[in-house]
């Protein structure tokens, strides 16, 4: 049977990114690791320099392009857009030993600067957020601004258990990591508000597609979750909108209000009904009609006057 998502959905999909304005291009940042990442086709109309540089960072179930894709449709015309893929996703990979956040925040960072891009708002969903927020921590002088969607900070124990207890799982391996069609089909309807009916095949096309390098995937799980005493709060100096799924299961409203708390003045929430986890993917054009006023608040202060 010919794989609809590979062999079908994919090239369909890198053509429109291409007639969007963005291509995939490898960076090799070091020896042994790269990093693939869509970035601007350079146009006459303007040049990628003049535009506002935008930096999408995906989640666990998913690479860059087919995550963001709605996203880079209603953005790439105005704003510098780039969508890296994470190690272990895509095409991005590496021959270190690394697992941690810090990793693919440093990583992230290599290739956006071999790339030129200065200064940056990054927009981080769910397992991106946190390499979103490592990457603002680090390197301040790149991340002018953030918008997080599904994330936290860091993932203790205490957020992580009580994360695990909502969507009833033991692990994060067992959620994001699925064996099975049907594990795939419950990773979907609990990471979203209403996801739609979709036929069996499709389901299984996405197991055999989308999970590959699961041995790595599953140390960057083990790597992911710290203890309370090890976590610290950043003090940000960039501006940091939470653009939260209403319903979302895996980290709600109130994980949403803590971490405003705990950034402070900087941070404002902002909510989407009926929308879950995957809230980009989920509702886009809501989605991105809150993601467009932001940016422009971002950019262009005088819009926030008011």
């Not at 086709?41 to 963001?68: C, N, Q, R, S, Y």
């Amino acid at each position: 049977m010919v794989s609809f998502l590979q062999k079908v959905y994919m090239p369909l999909l890198h053509g429109v990114m291409k007639m969007a304005g963005v291509r995939p291009r490898a960076i090799e940042i070091e020896p042994g690791t790269v990093i693939n990442t869509w970035v601007p086709i350079e146009t006459g109309e303007k040049k990628v320099d003049d535009k506002p540089a935008v930096v999408f960072l995906h989640g666990f179930a998913a690479d860059g392009i087919l995550t963001w894709q709605f996203q880079v449709l209603a953005l790439a015309k105005n704003y510098a857009v780039y969508v890296p893929d994470l190690l272990f996703f895509g095409g991005s990979i590496t021959d270190k030993t690394d697992r941690s956040v810090g990793f693919q925040a440093e990583c992230m960072a290599k290739a956006l600067r071999q790339l030129g891009v200065r200064r940056c708002t990054v927009v981080g969903l769910s397992y991106g957020g946190m390499v979103g927020f490592k990457m603002a921590e680090m390197y301040p002088a790149l991340v002018e601004s953030m918008v997080v969607t599904g994330s936290v900070m860091a993932l203790t124990e205490s957020i992580s258990n009580a994360g695990l207890e909502r969507i009833g799982f033991s692990s994060w391996s067992e959620y994001l990591l699925p064996k099975s069609v049907q594990g795939v089909k419950v990773l979907f309807h609990t990471a979203c508000y209403n996801f739609p009916w979709l036929p069996n095949c499709i389901f299984k096309d996405y197991l055999k597609t989308m999970f590959n390098n699961r041995k790595e995937k599953n140390e960057l799980l083990q790597a992911l979750v710290i203890s309370d005493k090890e976590f610290s709060i950043p003090n940000f100096p960039q501006r940091i909108h939470l653009l939260w799924g209403k319903d979302d299961k895996i980290f709600d409203m109130d994980t949403a209000y803590n971490l405003k708390e705990q950034i402070g003045e900087k941070a404002v929430v902002h909510a989407i009904e009926k929308s879950g986890h995957l809230a980009p993917m989920e509702r886009p054009r809501v989605y991105n009609k809150q993601l467009k006023k932001i940016l422009t608040c971002l950019w262009e202060e005088n819009a926030c006057k008011n």
